[in-house]
């Protein structure tokens, strides 16, 4: 019995379910929940049988606190209280048999009730056990029609049985809907985070260049114009370009391609004073992989710029020797000093997302290696 009851306590699930199995308990009850006290017909049979008024004024305080019962269990959705009141019809059904046979009703509403209120089939088969012991004991300690002791096992056995299994499928139709809201809500958070890396790599790298010719543009103003002027001219068409980026990366980043990514590498470093060395060829990717090492390459450059101080710059493409795509860029610029940024931390997270290799080095100059698995 000790066992029993701890199964009780570590088993039961704190859900809100009717009768019906339905887990939304803020819906209006409907009165369809009360034809299951169309089973409670069997307690009226031996007052019927017996036509006696004494009788029935004894046994209907009886039904009166079984239906206070059954109204309790419908109308609150607690299930520990719930089992409170499947527990007290189980008691009700023991001391109600001796005078009334039709009490062992009460052992239908115990089967029907509590496997919407425990989800441990080892408790739920161990209590319809008990009740059919206990049937058995009554019937030989109470002797009478055996064929009512009967009738109410087997509605026992089979209602039970049927609302274990409904049950069951309840549960399992509620974990499946709080998995798919769960997924929901993951997907909401990684595309946000998409989202914040994106802008920022997009960003960064963009206003990175717009300062750095803007600067360039004020220092050649009065000593070449024409050149100042071009500068300024570059600038808003670089705007213009970030102004476009960003509306890319709000609907969805498409990457202009590793190529491309590349080439303007080569220019926003010249503009900076910075020699590119590129020593091969932009491997050919599928188009999540390009828009990862393109990302990658707009970082790294946009470091360089921003904080390297460097005046030359390599960057690698090639093969390792398990067959994954690898880009390479390093800088003999200072070393980076404090923690790893957003623009690092992000670039890490797309590499790490593909099942890839990230590898960040700073001491002579800064040296970072990206390696990402190739599909077959």
């Known amino acids: 019995m000790a066992d029993m009851m701890k199964e009780w306590k570590s088993d039961v699930l704190e859900?809100?379910?009717?009768?019906?199995?339905?887990?939304?308990?803020?819906?209006?009850?409907?009165?369809?929940?009360?034809?299951?006290?169309?089973?409670?017909?069997?307690?009226?049979?031996?007052?019927?049988?017996?036509?006696?008024?004494?009788?029935?004024?004894?046994?209907?305080?009886?039904?009166?606190?079984?239906?206070?019962?059954?109204?309790?269990?419908?109308?609150?959705?607690?299930?520990?209280?719930?089992?409170?009141?499947?527990?007290?019809?189980?008691?009700?059904?023991?001391?109600?048999?001796?005078?009334?046979?039709?009490?062992?009703?009460?052992?239908?509403?115990?089967?029907?009730?509590?496997?919407?209120?425990?989800?441990?089939?080892?408790?739920?088969?161990?209590v319809m056990a008990t009740e059919i012991a206990a049937l058995a004991v009554e019937s030989q300690l109470f002797p009478g029609n055996p064929f009512n002791y009967l009738i109410t096992g087997f509605f026992v056995v089979v209602v039970g049985l049927s609302n274990s299994f409904i049950a069951e499928n309840k549960r399992a139709d509620m974990k499946l809907r709080a998995a798919q809201v769960e997924n929901v809500e993951l997907a909401a958070v990684a595309e946000r985070e998409r989202i914040a890396r994106d802008l920022h790599d997009v960003l960064g790298h963009t206003l990175s260049v717009v300062?750095?010719?803007?600067?360039?543009?004020?220092?050649?103003?009065?000593?070449?114009?024409?050149?100042?002027?071009?500068?300024?001219?570059?600038?808003?068409?670089?705007?213009?370009?970030?102004?476009?980026?960003?509306?890319?990366?709000?609907?969805?980043?498409?990457?202009?391609?590793?190529?491309?990514?590349?080439?303007?590498?080569?220019?926003?470093?010249?503009?900076?004073?910075?020699?590119?060395?590129?020593?091969?060829?932009?491997?050919?990717?599928?188009?999540?992989?390009?828009?990862?090492?393109?990302?990658?390459?707009?970082?790294?450059?946009?470091?360089?710029?921003?904080?390297?101080?460097?005046?030359?710059?390599?960057?690698r493409f090639g093969t390792a020797a398990d067959g994954f795509a690898t880009l390479e860029v390093a800088d003999n610029g200072a070393a980076a000093a404090g923690p790893e940024g957003n623009g690092l931390r992000g670039m890490r997270e797309r590499v790490q997302e593909l099942g890839g290799r990230f590898v960040f080095t700073s001491g002579a100059g800064t040296r970072l290696l990206i390696e990402l698995p190739r599909v077959r």
């Open 15 to 126: 859900m809100p379910i009717d009768l019906y199995g339905r887990s939304d308990c803020a819906q209006p009850r409907t009165r369809a929940q009360y034809l299951w006290l169309v089973y409670s017909f069997f307690f009226f049979i031996e007052p019927i049988l017996r036509h006696s008024a004494k009788y029935w004024a004894e046994q209907m305080p009886v039904y009166a606190l079984f239906l206070g019962l059954y109204v309790a269990y419908v109308q609150i959705p607690r299930n520990r209280v719930r089992l409170w009141i499947v527990a007290a019809m189980f008691v009700m059904g023991v001391l109600a048999i001796p005078n009334n046979v039709g009490g062992s009703s009460f052992y239908i509403y115990v089967a029907a009730l509590l496997p919407f209120c425990v989800d441990s089939k080892k408790v739920f088969l161990g």
């Open 211 to 315: 300062v750095l010719k803007a600067e360039l543009a004020g220092r050649l103003i009065g000593r070449d114009n024409a050149r100042a002027a071009a500068e300024i001219a570059d600038v808003e068409r670089t705007a213009r370009t970030a102004l476009a980026e960003v509306r890319e990366a709000i609907g969805g980043y498409r990457a202009r391609g590793l190529s491309a990514e590349v080439e303007q590498a080569r220019q926003t470093l010249r503009s900076a004073g910075v020699t590119l060395a590129c020593e091969s060829a932009p491997p050919s990717l599928r188009a999540r992989e390009e828009t990862v090492l393109s990302l990658a390459v707009r970082e790294a450059v946009t470091n360089i710029v921003r904080h390297a101080r460097a005046t030359e710059c390599s960057m």
